[in-house]
Nanobody, 124 residues
Framework: QVQLVESGGGLVQAGGSLRLSCAAS????????MGWFRQAPGKQRDFVAA????????AYADSVKGRFTISRDNAKNTVYLQMNSLKPEDTAVYYC?????????????????WGQGTQVTVSS
């Protein structure tokens, strides 16, 4: 069982930066691939980034490549999403998920646990 708690969201102007954190409970965190997804009002939840259990493999949605960076610190049971050059279209609730069996999938259906989400709002 893994419990996930996101933090770091907020209101930022276009071009600004935020760093999201996702803290996990449980001693098996290092065995899980982790992912970040986002959901804007009235839209489906979309893949943002994923990272393998070791941190060696990462993947990004085309819309965030070159602007966002996913990383993890297994000693702290935490995964991060550094978001730079933010755009109004990045506005959404951001969720982290834990994937027990994969390397970090772009499909939300592969994830076994989810956090409650953190709001990111980018003003123009």
């Amino acid at each position: 069982q893994v419990q996930l708690v996101e933090s770091g969201g907020g209101l930022v102007q276009a071009g600004g930066s935020l760093r999201l954190s996702c803290a996990a409970s449980g001693r098996t965190f290092s065995q899980y691939a982790m992912g970040w997804f986002r959901q804007a009002p009235g839209k489906q939840r979309d893949f943002v980034a994923a990272i393998s259990w070791s941190g060696v493999n990462t993947a990004y949605a085309d819309s965030v490549k070159g602007r966002f960076t996913i990383s993890r610190d297994n000693a702290k049971n935490t995964v991060y999403l550094q978001m730079n050059s933010l755009k109004p279209e990045d506005t959404a609730v951001y969720y982290c998920g834990a994937d027990a069996y994969g390397l970090g999938s772009p499909s939300e259906y592969e994830y076994d646990y989810w956090g409650q989400g953190t709001q990111v709002t980018v003003s123009s």
